[in-house]
Structures are given as C-alpha cells and as structure tokens.
C-alpha cells in the first residue's frame, strides 16, 4: 500500500486531487468511484478550481457513487445527488447523464442495487475509487458486522454513523437509518482505490488499515487484499501510528 502523510486537510486535498487529475488526464473517459462526506469537499474545490484552470477535463468520464441514504429526495439538502451537484458536479464539465447515484427515490431498493451493480459492470468497471473512511472503519455504508455484503445492498446504518452524520441534521432522529451502498466486492473490484482520512477521529480507523490484520469489524482493513491502494491522509489521523 503507498501512504502519503500531508501536513494538514489542505494538502491532503491538493495531493488527492492531483492523483484524480493524472487518472483522468491520462485515460480521459475514466469511470471515477466519488465518494461523499466532510473528507473529499477540499479535494473537489482543488478539482473545480483545476477544471476552470484547463488543467483536467471532466467531458468524458462516467462516475458513480458509493452510496446514498434510503430513501431520501433527490431535492434534499443531505441527498448525495445534492451534495455531489453543489461540490463537484456543478462545477465541472461533467456530462451529467454519465453520473450515477444509487436512487434514493427508488420504489425498489433491491432492484435499484442489483442495477446499479450491473451499470458498473456494464461501463467497464471503476477505474479508481475514492474513499473516506467512517470513524468506526466502514467503507460506503458497509458498517462493521460479522457478514459484510458483496455487492451493493439496503443497509442499516449504526448508532455510530448516525451520531457521526447528525451534524447535518438539525437532530439525530432526523438522519435517515437506511442506506443504499456499494458492497466490499464492488469496491474492491475498483482498478485503484484512494483512501482519505484527516483528522484525530480517525486515528483508529487508519490504524486498522495499515496493521497486518483483516477484521470486518474495521471493513476498511480489507483493503489491504486490493493490490493497489493509495492511503492520502495527514498527520493528524496518520501521527504516532
Ligand atoms: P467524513 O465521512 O468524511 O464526513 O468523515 C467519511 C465516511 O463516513 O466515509
């Protein structure tokens, strides 16, 4: 696995940002993993601000995303369709009909799992993955459990994702308990996979990906099966490891 320490959160978004760019500057119809949360929001300013720049061009690649909360409108402020409109999506040359996010407005969730898992097969695979890692090691919503999933699925949320999100909400009863995501074999099938993690709350998270053990008790820790994984993370969450 490459580890790369940055002083802090903003040079840890130029240094993810610029892995981005290399990928799509030199396979420019890419099929890109986003991810959500606090973690990538530098990483997607540093990428719009390169956009406007000339510098990556974002016309041909085709996108997806981890996940999504279930159910929840497209129109909502926490959406993930939201959130990726207003960090990234907005602000790029992005072809918005080669985005895809699982549908939190789906009838059926199941069905909407099992195409959305097709889709990614369909458009040749994920070329790199983005991810941030929860506090309590989950990748997408794949929380810690004795039995991950494979592929994307319905998911509970935990009391600890639930209390880490409440700061969205105006309360914690108010985040959503349910979520569609991308499951471990969906994400381990990316090509590349780059993991960000900032902060001292994630100390413990980053740990159990870089010790020898496999735990789905730390879901990220499985990624250590992926040949090519990149670990950008900055001194807080990486220090004293
Ligand atoms: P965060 O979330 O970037 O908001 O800390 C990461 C995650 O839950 O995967």
């Known amino acids: 696995m490459k580890v790369v320490v940055c002083k802090n959160y903003e040079e840890m978004s130029v240094a993810a940002a610029k892995i981005i760019e290399e990928q799509i500057n030199s396979k420019p119809e890419s ?12 990483m997607y300013t540093e990428l719009a601000k390169d956009c406007s720049a000339g510098k990556v061009d974002f016309s041909k690649i085709t ?12 129109s909502d402020e926490n959406s993930y ?6 960090n ?7 072809d918005y009909s080669k985005t895809n996010i699982p549908d939190g407005e789906a009838k059926d969730a199941v069905a909407e799992c099992e195409q959305y898992e097709k889709k990614i097969e369909k458009a ?5 993955q983005i991810l941030g890692i929860g506090k309590n090691g989950h990748i997408g919503f794949n929380e810690p459990d004795a039995k991950l999933y494979a592929n994307t699925h319905l998911t509970s949320l935990t009391q600890s994702t ?3 999100n409440a700061r969205f909400f105006e309360s914690a009863s108010l985040v959503p308990t349910k979520a569609l995501t991308m499951g471990m074999a969906t994400i381990m099938k990316a090509k590349k996979i780059v993991v960000l993690a900032s902060g001292k709350d994630k100390k413990a ?4 990906l870089l010790d020898d053990r496999i735990t789905t008790d730390f879901p ?7 040949s090519d994984v990149t670990l950008v993370c900055d001194e807080a969450a990486y220090m004293d490891l």
């Open 31 to 42: 099929v890109m993993g986003f991810a959500t949360g606090s973690t990538p929001v530098g």
């Open 63 to 74: 996108a997806f995303n981890l996940d999504e909360y279930y159910p929840i409108a497209h």
């Open 81 to 86: 369709v939201y959130f990726m409109k207003e």
């Open 88 to 94: 990234l999506f907005s602000k790029v040359n992005v």
């Open 124 to 128: 040749g695979g994920i070329d790199l």
């Open 162 to 164: 639930i209390d880490a």
């Open 205 to 208: 998270a980053v740990s159990a």
């Open 220 to 226: 990220v820790s499985m990624l250590k099966m992926h």
